[in-house]
Protein backbone atom coordinates (compact mmCIF):
# COMPACT_ATOMS: atom_id res chain seq x y z
CA UNK A 1 0.00 0.00 0.00
CA UNK A 2 3.31 2.04 0.69
CA UNK A 3 4.60 1.45 -3.10
CA UNK A 4 1.51 2.29 -4.39
CA UNK A 5 0.55 5.83 -2.97
CA UNK A 6 4.61 6.73 -3.42
CA UNK A 7 3.57 5.70 -7.21
CA UNK A 8 0.30 7.21 -6.75
CA UNK A 9 2.05 10.39 -5.95
CA UNK A 10 5.26 10.78 -7.95
CA UNK A 11 6.48 14.54 -8.66
CA UNK A 12 8.13 13.46 -12.04
CA UNK A 13 5.39 11.58 -13.43
CA UNK A 14 3.03 13.54 -12.91
CA UNK A 15 5.16 16.92 -13.62
CA UNK A 16 6.31 14.89 -17.10
CA UNK A 17 3.02 14.43 -18.03
CA UNK A 18 2.02 18.04 -17.98
CA UNK A 19 4.34 19.98 -17.19
CA UNK A 20 3.93 23.50 -15.76
CA UNK A 21 0.19 23.24 -17.78
CA UNK A 22 -1.09 20.87 -15.41
CA UNK A 23 0.50 21.73 -12.33
CA UNK A 24 -1.57 24.99 -12.78
CA UNK A 25 -4.68 23.13 -13.53
CA UNK A 26 -4.27 21.09 -10.37
CA UNK A 27 -3.74 24.42 -8.00
CA UNK A 28 -6.58 25.91 -10.28
CA UNK A 29 -9.21 22.79 -9.77
CA UNK A 30 -8.24 22.25 -6.45
CA UNK A 31 -9.41 25.71 -5.47
CA UNK A 32 -11.92 26.44 -8.49
CA UNK A 33 -14.18 23.27 -9.22
CA UNK A 34 -16.48 21.11 -6.76
CA UNK A 35 -14.52 18.00 -8.23
CA UNK A 36 -11.20 19.54 -7.81
CA UNK A 37 -11.16 18.12 -3.68
CA UNK A 38 -9.30 14.81 -3.97
CA UNK A 39 -6.15 16.86 -6.02
CA UNK A 40 -2.91 16.80 -4.21
CA UNK A 41 -2.71 20.66 -4.17
CA UNK A 42 0.27 21.19 -1.36
CA UNK A 43 2.39 17.98 -2.18
CA UNK A 44 2.56 19.44 -5.85
CA UNK A 45 3.40 22.57 -4.74
CA UNK A 46 6.26 21.54 -2.63
CA UNK A 47 7.58 19.00 -5.40
CA UNK A 48 7.33 21.18 -7.87
CA UNK A 49 9.47 24.13 -6.11
CA UNK A 50 11.86 21.31 -5.43
CA UNK A 51 12.05 20.44 -9.10
CA UNK A 52 12.17 23.92 -10.06
CA UNK A 53 15.77 23.37 -8.42
CA UNK A 54 16.80 20.37 -8.92
CA UNK A 55 15.44 19.83 -12.57
CA UNK A 56 14.43 23.05 -13.86
CA UNK A 57 14.32 21.92 -17.71
CA UNK A 58 11.10 19.94 -16.36
CA UNK A 59 9.14 22.86 -15.79
CA UNK A 60 11.16 25.54 -18.01
CA UNK A 61 10.80 28.59 -15.78
CA UNK A 62 12.70 30.07 -12.51
CA UNK A 63 11.07 29.78 -9.03
CA UNK A 64 9.71 33.43 -8.91
CA UNK A 65 7.91 32.83 -12.28
CA UNK A 66 6.90 29.23 -10.75
CA UNK A 67 5.48 31.19 -7.41
CA UNK A 68 3.82 33.96 -9.21
CA UNK A 69 2.03 31.62 -11.68
CA UNK A 70 0.73 29.19 -9.05
CA UNK A 71 -0.36 32.61 -7.04
CA UNK A 72 -2.77 33.93 -9.86
CA UNK A 73 -4.08 30.00 -10.51
CA UNK A 74 -4.96 29.96 -6.93
CA UNK A 75 -6.76 33.23 -6.78
CA UNK A 76 -8.41 32.37 -10.49
CA UNK A 77 -9.63 29.44 -8.23
CA UNK A 78 -10.82 30.69 -5.24
CA UNK A 79 -13.14 33.27 -7.81
CA UNK A 80 -14.21 30.76 -9.84
CA UNK A 81 -15.41 28.92 -6.08
CA UNK A 82 -16.64 32.06 -5.05
CA UNK A 83 -18.98 32.44 -8.41
CA UNK A 84 -20.43 29.24 -8.04
CA UNK A 85 -21.22 29.51 -4.86
CA UNK A 86 -22.92 32.73 -4.89
CA UNK A 87 -24.80 30.90 -8.08
CA UNK A 88 -26.18 27.92 -6.30
CA UNK A 89 -26.62 29.00 -3.08
CA UNK A 90 -28.08 26.67 -0.46
CA UNK A 91 -29.45 24.56 -2.89
CA UNK A 92 -25.98 22.78 -2.64
CA UNK A 93 -27.10 22.13 1.15
CA UNK A 94 -30.47 20.33 -0.25
CA UNK A 95 -28.85 18.40 -3.09
CA UNK A 96 -28.08 14.82 -2.20
CA UNK A 97 -24.69 12.79 -1.55
CA UNK A 98 -23.26 11.53 -4.93
CA UNK A 99 -20.77 9.69 -5.60
CA UNK A 100 -18.41 12.80 -6.08
CA UNK A 101 -20.49 14.95 -3.83
CA UNK A 102 -20.86 14.58 -0.43
CA UNK A 103 -22.84 17.63 1.61
CA UNK A 104 -20.07 16.59 4.75
CA UNK A 105 -17.98 18.11 2.85
CA UNK A 106 -19.66 21.43 2.93
CA UNK A 107 -21.23 21.03 6.82
CA UNK A 108 -17.08 20.23 7.59
CA UNK A 109 -16.16 23.83 5.92
CA UNK A 110 -19.27 25.23 7.63
CA UNK A 111 -18.38 24.37 11.34
CA UNK A 112 -14.74 25.14 10.05
CA UNK A 113 -15.69 28.74 9.24
CA UNK A 114 -17.89 29.34 12.17
CA UNK A 115 -14.81 28.83 14.29
CA UNK A 116 -12.43 30.71 12.02
CA UNK A 117 -14.60 33.47 10.51
CA UNK A 118 -12.63 35.22 7.25
CA UNK A 119 -9.73 33.65 8.13
CA UNK A 120 -10.85 30.49 6.62
CA UNK A 121 -10.26 31.57 3.13
CA UNK A 122 -6.54 31.76 4.54
CA UNK A 123 -6.34 28.77 7.35
CA UNK A 124 -8.14 26.51 4.60
CA UNK A 125 -5.48 26.60 1.99
CA UNK A 126 -3.35 24.38 3.82
CA UNK A 127 -6.31 21.96 4.54
CA UNK A 128 -7.66 19.50 1.68
CA UNK A 129 -11.19 19.78 1.08
CA UNK A 130 -11.85 22.51 2.95
CA UNK A 131 -9.91 24.30 0.35
CA UNK A 132 -11.92 23.51 -2.02
CA UNK A 133 -15.47 24.11 -0.32
CA UNK A 134 -14.27 27.34 1.63
CA UNK A 135 -14.80 29.83 -1.57
CA UNK A 136 -17.66 27.92 -2.69
CA UNK A 137 -19.36 28.36 0.95
CA UNK A 138 -17.71 32.22 0.92
CA UNK A 139 -20.24 32.74 -1.85
CA UNK A 140 -22.90 31.26 -0.79
CA UNK A 141 -23.40 33.16 2.05
CA UNK A 142 -22.46 36.42 0.13
CA UNK A 143 -19.06 37.87 1.62
CA UNK A 144 -18.49 41.13 0.28
CA UNK A 145 -16.66 40.31 -2.92
CA UNK A 146 -13.90 43.22 -1.88
CA UNK A 147 -13.64 41.29 1.81
CA UNK A 148 -13.10 37.91 -0.41
CA UNK A 149 -10.51 38.89 -2.69
CA UNK A 150 -8.51 40.33 0.42
CA UNK A 151 -8.13 36.94 2.13
CA UNK A 152 -8.18 35.11 -1.09
CA UNK A 153 -4.98 36.90 -2.43
CA UNK A 154 -3.26 36.43 1.30
CA UNK A 155 -4.31 32.89 1.56
CA UNK A 156 -2.78 32.10 -2.03
CA UNK A 157 -0.01 34.23 -1.30
CA UNK A 158 0.71 32.40 2.40
CA UNK A 159 0.24 28.67 0.59
CA UNK A 160 2.12 28.80 -2.34
CA UNK A 161 5.08 30.72 -1.33
CA UNK A 162 5.36 28.82 1.88
CA UNK A 163 5.17 25.46 0.09
CA UNK A 164 6.87 26.42 -2.68
CA UNK A 165 9.64 27.95 -1.15
CA UNK A 166 10.30 24.71 1.51
CA UNK A 167 10.40 22.16 -1.51
CA UNK A 168 12.91 24.62 -3.35
CA UNK A 169 15.55 25.29 -0.55
CA UNK A 170 14.99 21.12 1.32
CA UNK A 171 14.76 20.40 -2.60
CA UNK A 172 19.03 20.33 -2.48
CA UNK A 173 19.16 18.27 0.27
CA UNK A 174 19.87 14.47 -0.64
CA UNK A 175 18.09 12.78 2.09
CA UNK A 176 14.82 14.65 1.19
CA UNK A 177 15.18 13.44 -2.54
CA UNK A 178 15.66 10.39 -1.66
CA UNK A 179 12.10 10.22 1.00
CA UNK A 180 10.36 12.45 -1.48
CA UNK A 181 7.48 9.36 -1.41
CA UNK A 182 7.31 9.38 2.29
CA UNK A 183 7.33 13.25 2.81
CA UNK A 184 4.26 13.46 0.30
CA UNK A 185 2.70 11.06 2.77
CA UNK A 186 3.27 12.92 5.84
CA UNK A 187 2.12 16.16 4.36
CA UNK A 188 -1.28 14.32 3.40
CA UNK A 189 -1.65 13.09 6.51
CA UNK A 190 -0.91 16.12 8.72
CA UNK A 191 -3.13 17.87 6.50
CA UNK A 192 -5.91 15.80 7.09
CA UNK A 193 -5.96 16.18 10.95
CA UNK A 194 -7.34 19.35 11.30
CA UNK A 195 -10.29 17.85 8.69
CA UNK A 196 -10.85 14.71 10.39
CA UNK A 197 -11.09 16.84 14.15
CA UNK A 198 -13.56 19.30 12.30
CA UNK A 199 -15.68 16.87 10.97
CA UNK A 200 -15.98 15.06 14.32
CA UNK A 201 -16.70 18.28 15.75
CA UNK A 202 -19.20 19.00 13.31
CA UNK A 203 -21.22 15.35 13.71
CA UNK A 204 -21.63 16.17 17.35
CA UNK A 205 -23.24 19.43 16.92
CA UNK A 206 -25.57 17.86 14.34
Known amino acids: MLDFLK?????????SYGGLALLLFVVFAETGLLIGFFLPGDSLIFISGMI???KPELLGVNITVLLILLIV???????????FGHKVGPALFNRKDSWLFKKRYLETTRTFYDKNGGKT???????????????ILAG?????????????????VA???????????????????EN???????????????????????KRKS
Open 140 to 156: IIKIPFGRFMLFNIAGA
Open 159 to 177: WIVSLGLCGYFLGQIKWVQ
Open 7 to 15: QLTDPESII
Open 121 to 135: LILGRFLPIIRTFAP
Open 180 to 202: IGYIVIFLIVITLIPVATTWIRS
Open 73 to 83: AAVIGNMAGYW
Open 52 to 54: CRT
